[in-house]
């Protein structure tokens, strides 16, 4: 019992906000480091290179891989495929101790085609797809290498990097793989740290070999020499990037920017540039086809995407959207009619779906030191081809101690057979032939070793001669090396010669090497009205008394109307002639205004349907006008009480179903005037229910988008009867009445005139008895 201690003697008193930061901070720069962004010199996060290793250790090299790549042990190069649960197991065993769903993702990744632009993993089995459909469960699913990832591992038996104990400390792995291939460009990455992010797009390998062979010829080549070398991202799904040079060039420049990316739609190659060709069908019609959709968007949501368009009617001038594709992608846009123009249509498809996209560009890795920073494209390359120099000036240091070895036994064999038979006669009759040998020809205890270990076959002329002739190889490429390590320009020179090397695996000829994205500038989609949207045919829209509408095709007889079909004790209240890409003001009697699509009224078969179905006017209301919307007209109105004003046609417009308040009518009074005011009008005429006429300027009016007004005409009792617009020079005109159609015009109006908000006087002799102008 001597032994015990309290446990709360060991707890110190320590600030909490000191302790959660130091803990915050450390959890931090272990997420910055060691998970979410990658390492300049590989492009590698740590999984990806745990992966990559323990498969290079599970000789699961590609098959065809070059000699020169792979280790010197023909037993290792082996071209077969291993379960990727048997990967992920190592790698969480040994290298990676997470949960082996991340490791597993990581690793499918590594192997799709449409992910990465050259993959570093070959799977084979069931990898997920463009739709979004994940890959089959591990233990169902194969892999190995791909010539790419063995390309990034050249190097790594050669003493070009240094190896770190695992987190058990039970194996090594190396800090960082040393291959030539760019792979943090040529497959971009992106992740999310703590307080920071990193999104590289992927690019063209032989692009940035040739940028990376041009800093090496001239290192002061400034970013715009770089970027008529490298164009911009070479996405693996292809597309349209349609930023324009300036913008390319300053993302490259800093670091940081985005590139708008397009789908590509079937078409021909027309003087260097993308021509859109729709297909030709039956009939005139005509269907547009996307081959290429932008980067990271999953087919099935980008068709749900434009589906979902379609059902909410938010693209009338689409009908439909059909997924054709195969191996090749081929999603077919058939429009409503052979009428809409397909330039049209693409816009309208840029703007509302992720046929166009955005993929920004932040070059933010870790460099040499482990340290995360921004780099423009120079700065990222002069780092890559500085740590390329000190892999090769390792390679070489490493090269020339196995030379070094090798010499002083070839050394010790030369000796061995200028006394061959002084050698065999100390083997012979010594019972210590080591040190015999050691002390009477001055060899090494590893000479006087291989001289014991050699095969009698080997005790011929020719092998003597093999001897000296590798022997002297060996000296001469001992100067060569020491000329490499002590002269920079051999180090430029020999690695641009292993980068050409490199790029004729990936060159634009080659299937792989070849670019996918191209790079035509065009500007923003643009925003297409509505009106642009629909077809555009001649409707006849009627209105009944009790609130039935209805459009009919063509623009019919409007005399006709009344012998149209209605229900019993119904007719007709309202009937004028429009266009489908119309829109229509309807007017309700407590001064809120409502408006309506004319492509969306019920056809005219029948007797159409309850307008306070489309809007949400109130039952005690009546419908006072219905009219069609003129972009720029306005609109004089008035209330029965007699105050009035001018309002903007496009002030008023309101598509919802609640509409705008425009009138505000005080208790007692309702909506009296709605009248269209003709271009050129000056003048007003009002006349109340006491028959007194008054006219005044128009300019008197105020323009307003919404109120009660201003006073039109004063009144002892009674109140407004009708209000006109008129040109003055003209004269005021009214309807005789009756079924003749004549009219009457006074042009001299001096004893009306007045200011406005005047009685008024008797109106000119004819006038009408029911005090309306017509």
């Known amino acids: ?73 023909p037993a290792r190069n082996g071209t077969g495929y291993k379960k990727c649960a048997r990967v992920v197991g190592d790698v969480i065993g040994k290298y990676h101790p997470h949960g082996d769903t991340s490791v597993y993702d990581a690793m499918v990744r590594l192997a799709q085609e449409f992910s990465l632009r050259t993959p570093l993993v070959q799977g084979q089995g069931n990898f997920g797809n463009i739709d ?37 400390g039970e194996e090594e792995e190396p800090e960082v793989f040393p291959g030539l291939f760019p792979n943090l460009l040529a497959n971009g990455a992106s992740g999310i740290a ?9 690019h063209n390998v032989a692009e ?17 020499a770089l970027m008529q070398v490298v164009r911009g991202p070479d996405f693996p799904t292809g597309g349209i990037l349609v930023d324009g040079p300036h913008v390319i060039a300053n993302a490259y420049a800093t670091g940081r920017g985005s590139f708008r990316l397009r789908a590509r739609f079937a078409g021909k190659e027309v003087d260097g540039k993308w021509v859109v060709v729709p297909e030709k069908l039956a009939n005139g019609t005509w269907q547009l086809v996307v081959t290429e959709i932008p980067y990271h968007v999953q087919k099935s949501k980008l068709i749900e995407q434009i589906a979902t368009l379609i059902t909410d009617k938010k693209l009338p001038i689409l009908a439909d959207v059909r997924d054709e594709s195969d191996a090749e992608i081929r999603l077919v846009l058939e429009p409503r009619s052979r009428t809409v123009d397909p330039d049209v249509l693409m816009d309208s498809l840029f703007r509302l779906t992720d046929l166009e996209t955005r993929f920004p560009l932040n070059l933010n890795v870790l460099d040499a030191t482990r340290t995360p920073r921004v780099m423009g494209l120079r700065t990222v390359l002069t780092e890559w081809l500085r740590h390329q120099i000190e892999v090769l000036l390792r390679r070489s240091r490493y090269r020339l101690e196995k030379i070094a070895d090798r010499l002083e036994l070839l050394e010790g064999y030369i000796i061995a057979f200028l006394n061959l038979d002084r050698v065999i ?20 205890d590893r000479q ?55 790029r004729k695996r990936y060159a634009p000829e080659s299937g792989i090497g070849a670019r996918r994205t191209a790079i035509e500038e065009a ?51 309202f009937a004028f002639h429009t266009q489908t890409t119309d829109k229509l003001l309807l007017i309700a009697s407590d001064g809120r205004f409502f408006t309506l699509g004319a492509d969306k009224l019920p056809g005219g078969r029948g007797f159409g349907e309850p307008v306070r179905l489309m809007i949400d006017m109130a039952n005690e209301t009546q419908v006072k006008a219905l009219m069609v919307a003129r972009p720029g007209g306005r609109l004089l109105l008035a209330s029965s009480d007699g105050r009035g004003f001018v309002a903007q ?73 009708d209000a006109t617009t008129f040109v003055l020079a003209d004269g005021l005109s009214w309807a005789m009445g009756g079924e003749t159609g004549r009219t009457r015009t006074e042009v001299d109006l001096l004893p009306w005139r007045a200011a406005r908000g005047a009685s008024g006087r008797m109106p000119p002799q004819g006038f009408r008895r029911d005090n309306r102008f017509g």
Do not use: C
């Open 132 to 168: 979004g459909d994940n890959a089959a469960a591990m233990r169902y699913t194969e892999a190995r290498l791909t010539q790419p990832a063995a390309d990034l591992m050249a190097g790594l038996d050669e003493g070009t990097v240094d190896f770190r104990p695992t987190y058990n």
């Open 523 to 573: 500007g923003p989609a643009r925003e297409i009205p509505l009106e642009a949207m629909i077809e555009r045919e001649p409707i006849t829209v009627i209105l009944s008394q009790r609130g039935w509408i209805r459009a009919m095709k063509g623009h019919v007889d409007l005399s006709a109307t009344e012998a149209a079909k209605f229900k019993e004790g119904d007719g007709p209240a």
């Open 649 to 721: 046609i496009d002030d008023v417009i309101a598509e919802t179903r609640k509409g705008r308040q425009v009138v505000n009518l005080r208790p007692g009074s309702s909506l009296a005037v709605i009248r269209v005011i003709e271009p050129g009008a000056d003048s007003v005429a009002v006349i109340g229910n006491n028959r007194k006429l008054v006219v005044f300027a128009l300019a008197e009016m105020p323009v307003m988008a919404r109120g009660q007004g201003v006073q039109l005409q004063r009144y002892r009792d009674g109140g407004l009867s």
């Open 194 to 202: 703590v307080g920071m992010a990193t999104s590289i797009p992927p």
């Open 448 to 502: 006087a070793e291989a001289i014991l270990n050699m095969r009698l076959r080997s005790l011929r002329k020719l092998e003597e001669m093999e001897l000296r002739r590798e022997h002297d190889e060996l000296l001469k490429e001992r100067e060569e090396l020491n000329k490499l390590i002590d002269n920079p320009g051999r180090q430029r020179t020999r690695l641009k010669k292993d980068l050409g090397a490199i």
């Open 208 to 224: 940035i070999i040739d940028a990376a062979m041009l800093l090496i010829d001239a290192p002061e080549s400034d970013d715009a």
């Open 1 to 73: 019992m001597s032994d015990f201690r309290d446990p709360f003697d060991a707890i110190k008193d320590h600030p909490f906000d000191e302790a959660l930061s130091e803990r915050y901070l450390v959890y931090a720069l272990s997420t910055i480091t060691a998970r979410s962004l990658p390492d300049l010199r590989d492009g590698l996060k740590p999984v990806h290179r745990r992966l990559l290793w323990a498969m290079r250790l599970l000789k699961l090299e590609p098959s065809g891989a070059n000699p020169d790549i792979l280790v010197a042990n």
């Open 425 to 444: 006669e100390i083997i012979r009759t010594e019972d210590e032939p080591k040190q015999v040998m050691m002390a009477e020809f001055s060899l090494t």
